[in-house]
């Protein structure tokens, strides 16, 4: 073998099993030796004289070799003996209780003698010899562990639950933990001074900077995955006023398994702080409608779209069809889908929702039962300079689609909309709520059940906030906020994916289904939490400018439209908003003369999404970004 080779895993083990084979062997014979060492007062020289020592020397291969049998049976030598624990301690005992059995059978079959006592001592010794032995191994691995890590992090948890619990255990057993856990906070009165595998609960979360600096606490580790988005914040300022590293447990979801691994605690992130309880979804209810059937999903490796082609192959579709316009996008995803679902039947197909008749080819050959329209343009300060593409992409796009889907007898048609289309102050969120009018007016006239989606930022969707924060903290600042007061909903992709399924299952057909985006976020606490995790100081380490609002953005965002009232639906988290009546005669007029409108007269179209959208309206305090140029050129 050469230098620097390592030994195969294989190899590794049949070494370890023979040294330890080995080491029984010698500990086999001298328990022996020792029980009757020790019966006889530890005289040797009577010893020598009887004939105890002269039979023990004849039967000793033949114990020896069934001893080993015996253990092998036991698994004794598949153990990992750095995690050895009471299991192991048991079947212990019983090898050595079977060993002393077999022991006084072969004595009696082979007429040889032994003092009365023998089996009984020859059992204890050698569950003690054999004990020590393999825990002495543990101890020598773990000590080994230790001198070759980076230096033991003393370690606060907080949380003396089950998470908790199963924290303690994997730092205190797994080789590849650098933490030793001295202390636990925990806010239940029941708990305080009581110990927790080993490890002392010494108050609340009120305790936390003391406590921290009594035990020399270098990192704090959060084991409470239920933990709503306010206790993580009270918790997290607490945890600032220490100098300590915060990191955290995953969300429930993710120790269904029962069980916590020492790659899943990671340093908290924000998300850990805007994450909510976790959504409980009807898996069979949208089974009904996803399972079994042909599934095409519109912007298919878009943030939203990735996420909906990943919940909709779990639940097993005849086909799915993923359908985007960039190539690598579509081609991520179906890498994805392919390594994570090789049973299922996926086309991935490259194309533009604009193009009306490649739209119609790929209903026409796949005949799809349920639609998922994601296929949008979405960033609010582009549109307002392209407005043009926003109405092309998303009202005309939505169109075809829609289209398409009542003359090849769709069963369901979802558009994903946005909290934008709500009272909307710019392009894209007028051309969304376009969207959510066509719906209607395609519901009225066709068998096909066309409902709409709507909710308000996702987490970590391309182009978002976060992502943005994150550079701007990385470069070294300034981070960059509109405004102190400007406020938003957010929501992790997959649960609004969750939600999106569960909606199409209650729909009907006319639907705009709205989803409870919970508490909303101030965007200037949200970048100085960001700071914050970053472990810096925002005013100090990290500057923070406000820029202004840009065109088309407003201080707040609405999930209702007035008048829209609200339905509730089994899930407490998806409510309905009623329909707004409008004559869908006259909006499809508007729609072709929306369409007839030349490119080159941006104010004649952002006019006649006023008429179309009576509640789209320029901000408080801003004016369109087209009235402002012509008054500049005056």
Same mark, same amino acid.
């Given at each position: 073998m050469?230098k620097?080779?390592?030994?195969?895993?294989?190899?590794? %083990?049949?070494?370890?099993?023979?040294?330890?084979?080995?080491?029984?062997?010698i500990?086999i014979?001298?328990?022996a030796?020792? $029980?009757?060492?020790?019966r006889f007062?530890?005289?040797?020289?009577v010893?020598?004289?009887?004939e105890?020592l002269?039979d023990?020397l004849?039967y000793?291969?033949?114990n020896?070799?069934?001893t080993i049998?015996? !253990?092998r049976f036991?698994k004794?030598y598949?153990?990992?003996?750095?995690?050895?624990s009471?299991?192991e301690?048991?079947?212990?005992?019983m090898g050595?209780?079977f060993s002393?059995?077999?022991?006084t @059978?072969g004595m009696?079959m082979?007429?040889?003698?032994?003092?009365?006592? #023998?089996?009984?001592?020859y059992?204890? @010794?050698l569950c003690?010899?054999?004990?020590l032995?393999?825990?002495?191994y543990r101890?020598?691995?773990?000590?080994r562990?230790?001198?070759?890590?980076r230096?033991?992090k003393?370690?606060?948890?907080?949380?003396?639950?089950?998470?908790?619990?199963m924290?303690?255990r994997e730092f205190q057993?797994? &080789?590849?933990?650098?933490?030793?856990?001295?202390?636990i906070?925990d806010? $239940?009165p029941?708990k305080?001074?009581?110990?927790?595998?080993?490890?002392?609960?010494?108050?609340g979360?009120?305790?936390?900077?003391?406590m921290a600096?009594?035990y020399r606490v270098?990192?704090?580790?959060?084991?409470i995955?239920?933990?709503?988005r306010?206790e993580?914040?009270?918790?997290?300022?607490?945890?600032?006023?220490?100098?300590?590293?915060?990191?955290?447990?995953p969300?429930?979801c993710?120790?269904a398994?029962?069980e916590?691994r020492?790659?899943?605690?990671h340093?908290?992130?924000?998300?850990d702080?805007l994450?909510?309880e976790?959504?409980k979804v009807?898996?069979?209810?949208?089974?009904d409608?996803i399972?079994?059937?042909t599934?095409?999903?519109t912007g298919?490796?878009?943030?939203?779209?990735s996420?909906?082609?990943?919940q909709a192959?779990?639940?097993?579709?005849?086909?799915l069809?993923i359908f985007?316009?960039?190539e690598?996008?579509?081609y991520d995803i179906q890498?994805?889908l392919?390594?994570?679902h090789p049973?299922?039947?996926?086309?991935v197909l490259?194309?533009?929702?604009?193009?009306?008749?490649r739209v119609?080819?790929v209903?026409?050959r796949?005949? &799809?039962?349920?639609?998922c329209h994601?296929?949008a343009?979405k960033h609010?300060?582009l549109m307002?300079d392209?407005?043009?593409?926003a109405?092309?992409?998303?009202v005309f796009g939505?169109?075809?689609v829609?289209?398409?889907?009542?003359?090849?007898g769709t069963?369901r048609?979802?558009? @994903?909309?946005?909290?934008?289309?709500?009272?909307?102050?710019?392009?894209?969120?007028?051309?969304?709520?376009?969207?959510e009018?066509?719906?209607?007016?395609?519901n009225d006239?066709?068998?096909?059940?066309?409902v709409?989606?709507?909710?308000g930022?996702?987490?970590g969707s391309?182009?978002?906030?976060?992502?943005?924060?994150?550079k701007?903290? %990385?470069?070294?600042?300034?981070?960059t906020v509109?405004?102190k007061?400007v406020?938003?909903y957010?929501?992790?992709?997959?649960e609004?994916?969750q939600l999106?399924?569960?909606?199409?299952?209650?729909?009907?057909?006319?639907?705009? !289904?709205?989803l409870?985006?919970g508490?909303p976020?101030?965007?200037?606490?949200?970048a100085?939490?960001?700071?914050?995790?970053s472990?810096?100081?925002?005013?100090?380490?990290i500057?923070?400018v406000?820029?202004g609002?840009? &065109?088309?953005?407003k201080?707040y965002?609405?999930?209702?439209?007035s008048?829209e009232?609200m339905?509730?639906?089994?899930?407490?988290?998806?409510?309905?908003?009623h329909e707004?009546? #409008?004559d869908?005669?006259?909006?499809?007029e508007?729609l072709?003369?929306?369409r007839a409108?030349p490119?080159t007269d941006?104010?004649?179209?952002?006019?006649?999404?006023?008429?179309?959208?009576?509640? #789209?309206?320029?901000p408080?305090?801003?004016?369109c &970004?087209?009235?402002a140029r012509?008054?500049?050129?005056?």
């Amino acid at each position: 073998m050469k230098k620097g080779t390592r030994r195969p895993h294989s190899a590794q %083990k049949t070494l370890r099993v023979t040294c330890l084979v080995l080491s029984d062997l010698i500990l086999i014979n001298l328990s022996a030796f020792l $029980a009757l060492y020790i019966r006889f007062e530890f005289d040797l020289s009577v010893l020598q004289k009887t004939e105890f020592l002269h039979d023990m020397l004849v039967y000793a291969g033949i114990n020896s070799v069934c001893t080993i049998v015996i !253990f092998r049976f036991l698994k004794l030598y598949n153990s990992l003996w750095e995690f050895a624990s009471a299991p192991e301690l048991i079947r212990i005992g019983m090898g050595c209780f079977f060993s002393a059995v077999g022991y006084t @059978i072969g004595m009696f079959m082979l007429q040889l003698t032994m003092p009365r006592s #023998f089996p009984v001592m020859y059992m204890l @010794i050698l569950c003690l010899l054999c004990g020590l032995l393999r825990f002495a191994y543990r101890g020598v691995r773990r000590t080994r562990a230790g001198l070759h890590s980076r230096g033991e992090k003393r370690t606060m948890l907080i949380g003396g639950g089950q998470a908790g619990a199963m924290a303690v255990r994997e730092f205190q057993t797994s &080789p590849r933990s650098e933490n030793k856990v001295v202390c636990i906070i925990d806010d $239940a009165p029941d708990k305080l001074g009581s110990y927790l595998r080993g490890v002392k609960i010494v108050g609340g979360r009120d305790a936390i900077p003391e406590m921290a600096a009594k035990y020399r606490v270098d990192e704090i580790v959060l084991a409470i995955p239920s933990a709503s988005r306010k206790e993580k914040l009270q918790i997290l300022g607490r945890c600032h006023e220490t100098d300590c590293t915060l990191r955290t447990l995953p969300g429930i979801c993710q120790l269904a398994n029962g069980e916590v691994r020492i790659e899943q605690i990671h340093e908290v992130d924000i998300e850990d702080l805007l994450g909510r309880e976790t959504v409980k979804v009807d898996l069979a209810e949208v089974g009904d409608y996803i399972t079994g059937k042909t599934v095409l999903i519109t912007g298919g490796g878009g943030s939203i779209g990735s996420e909906l082609c990943r919940q909709a192959a779990a639940l097993r579709p005849k086909c799915l069809i993923i359908f985007d316009i960039y190539e690598n996008n579509a081609y991520d995803i179906q890498m994805e889908l392919h390594r994570t679902h090789p049973e299922l039947n996926l086309v991935v197909l490259i194309g533009s929702v604009r193009d009306r008749t490649r739209v119609m080819q790929v209903f026409d050959r796949y005949r &799809p039962d349920v639609v998922c329209h994601a296929a949008a343009h979405k960033h609010v300060p582009l549109m307002e300079d392209s407005p043009f593409e926003a109405v092309k992409n998303n009202v005309f796009g939505t169109y075809n689609v829609a289209q398409a889907a009542d003359l090849y007898g769709t069963r369901r048609f979802i558009l @994903i909309s946005t909290d934008k289309a709500v009272n909307p102050t710019n392009v894209m969120g007028a051309s969304k709520r376009l969207c959510e009018m066509i719906v209607q007016m395609m519901n009225d006239r066709s068998a096909t059940e066309y409902v709409a989606v709507r909710f308000g930022n996702v987490l970590g969707s391309a182009g978002s906030v976060i992502p943005l924060f994150r550079k701007q903290i %990385k470069a070294g600042g300034p981070v960059t906020v509109t405004d102190k007061r400007v406020i938003r909903y957010f929501m992790t992709i997959p649960e609004a994916v969750q939600l999106i399924f569960q909606a199409g299952a209650y729909a009907r057909g006319g639907e705009i !289904f709205v989803l409870d985006m919970g508490e909303p976020v101030r965007i200037d606490d949200l970048a100085r939490n960001m700071i914050r995790l970053s472990g810096l100081e925002p005013d100090v380490d990290i500057p923070i400018v406000y820029t202004g609002l840009r &065109p088309g953005e407003k201080l707040y965002e609405e999930l209702l439209l007035s008048g829209e009232g609200m339905q509730k639906t089994k899930n407490d988290l998806i409510y309905i908003g009623h329909e707004i009546a #409008f004559d869908p005669v006259v909006f499809e007029e508007n729609l072709m003369l929306l369409r007839a409108i030349p490119e080159t007269d941006v104010p004649a179209l952002r006019a006649k999404l006023r008429e179309m959208v009576p509640t #789209f309206h320029a901000p408080d305090g801003q004016t369109c &970004p087209d009235t402002a140029r012509k008054a500049a050129s005056v």
